[in-house]
Each structure stands twice: as structure tokens, then as C-alpha cells.
């Protein structure tokens, strides 16, 4: 999504920055894992692929993903490449034609190094932040691999109550309708974070 090409949120854990063919190499070397393909529901793609790929979503109206970097080794001097720093990705998807204040979340923190920190957990409140005040969102929907323990207590910590079931696609179906109390909530959790033009690279200071 273009409205997100020159934003950076600042977390305490976590950077989201745009998604860039600066982060494909490690990001297609992430996708070789067959767990992360079975845990994300995707197809393995060639690099070239993976770099199509990064261009369409930069286009896609329906589509906004941040890569998700350690905010701890962004923040190290001498400055550090991105792609030295990258956690995971989040995705936010408008699967609805119907209805833009839905929006479908995903969420990857692929290096197992950075698992277990609250950095997913961080990636998507920064994301549902973002969702609903930049992108109008008022209900977020995730859909978990039934197996996926991990993921299906992160989106229940997140207030997120299970809706549906698919046996087919053995998947479970995740909403959270953002009522005031929940927009409250999440603005509380998200007071912190700092929205920062974004310049690309990071040979720049910070
Ligand atoms: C699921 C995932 C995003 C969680 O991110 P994370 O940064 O490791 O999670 P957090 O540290 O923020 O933990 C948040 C909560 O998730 C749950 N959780 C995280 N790891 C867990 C594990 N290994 N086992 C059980 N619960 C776990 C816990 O409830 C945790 O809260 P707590 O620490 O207060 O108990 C991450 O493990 C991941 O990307 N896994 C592979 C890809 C995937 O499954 N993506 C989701 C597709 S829908």
C-alpha cells in the first residue's frame, strides 16, 4: 500500500518500517522454512519471485505490510544494516470489498532467535494502531492454523474472541470489533510509539 511507503513506527521492541527490496534476500531465506510456510499458509517462491512480489504488495490498494525489526539493534551504533535487524513481517490485508473497515492481520517473527520477546505481540498493536487510525479499520480478523498454539494465545492476549472454525482449511477464524473501550485500549498500549518519516536504508543516523 503506498500510503505506508515513507512511514516508520518506533516501538519500544520492535520497528516497522516498509517492506523494501532491501529486505528480500533474508526475507525469501526466511520463506525456504517449511514450518513458517505451513505456519503462514504460503508457497515457497524463487527470489525473483519474492522481489515481484515485494513490488505488487507496494502497489496493492488492498495490502499494507511492515517488515519488523529489533528495535535494540536498529538503535546500535555504528549503524547497522536493516536487513541485519529484521524480526519478521505484519500484514494487514482488506479482504472485504464489501466492508474497508475490516482488516485481516498477520503476523511473522520468523528469526526463532527473536521469539518469546513481545515482539510480535508489539508488531501487532503498532499495526492495529495504524489500521485504525490511518486506514479507518474498525474490526480486525485472524485466521490461525489450528495447531498454532503460539499464534492463537497472542491474538487471545490481544482481546481477539474466536468466531469460526474451518475443518476444511483447519484453520480458526480470530475478530476483534473495536468498540470506544477497545480503541481506548489500544491506543493506550500503542502511546508510546513515535511515527517517523521514512528514508529507505540506514546509512543514515537515525
Ligand atoms: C506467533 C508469533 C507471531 C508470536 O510472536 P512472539 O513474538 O514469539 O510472541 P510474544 O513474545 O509477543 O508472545 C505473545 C503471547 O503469545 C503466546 N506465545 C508466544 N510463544 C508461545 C509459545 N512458544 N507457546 C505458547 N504460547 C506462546 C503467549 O501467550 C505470549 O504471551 P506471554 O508471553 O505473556 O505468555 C511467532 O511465534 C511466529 O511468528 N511464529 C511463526 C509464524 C506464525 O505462526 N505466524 C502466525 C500466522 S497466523
Redesign the pocket.
Known amino acids: 500500500m503506498r500510503l505506508n511507503q515513507n512511514t516508520l513506527l518506533l516501538g519500544k521492541k520492535v520497528v516497522l518500517v516498509p517492506y523494501t527490496s532491501e529486505h528480500v534476500p533474508r526475507y525469501h531465506e526466511w520463506m525456504k522454512s517449511e514450518e513458517?510456510q505451513r505456519?503462514?499458509a504460503s508457497e515457497p517462491l524463487t527470489l525473483e519471485q519474492e522481489y515481484a512480489m515485494q513490488c505488487s504488495w507496494r502497489e496493492d490498494a488492498d495490502k499494507c505490510t511492515f517488515i519488523v525489526l529489533d528495535a535494540e539493534k536498529w538503535q546500535a551504533q555504528p549503524v547497522p544494516t536493516e536487513e541485519s535487524c529484521m524480526a519478521?513481517d505484519v500484514n494487514l490485508f482488506l479482504t472485504d470489498v464489501e466492508d474497508p473497515t475490516l482488516g485481516e492481520i498477520?503476523?511473522?517473527?520468523?528469526e526463532p532467535s527473536?521469539?518469546?520477546?513481545?515482539?510480535?505481540?508489539e508488531a501487532a498493536l503498532l499495526m492495529m494502531s495504524y489500521g485504525v487510525t490511518k486506514l479507518g479499520l474498525t474490526k480486525f480478523e485472524?485466521?490461525?492454523g489450528q495447531g498454532?498454539?503460539?499464534?492463537i494465545?497472542?491474538f487471545q492476549?490481544l482481546h481477539f474472541k474466536q468466531v469460526a472454525v474451518s475443518s476444511i482449511f483447519q484453520e480458526v477464524t480470530f475478530r476483534l470489533t473495536m468498540s470506544e473501550a477497545e480503541r481506548q485500549w489500544l491506543l493506550e498500549q500503542t502511546s508510546h510509539v513515535e511515527e517517523k518519516p521514512y528514508r529507505g536504508g540506514s546509512t543514515e543516523p537515525h
Open positions: 513458517l505456519l503462514t519478521g498477520e503476523v511473522m517473527i520468523a527473536c521469539r518469546g520477546q513481545g515482539f510480535g505481540t485472524a485466521k490461525i498454532n498454539e503460539p499464534s494465545r497472542m492476549k
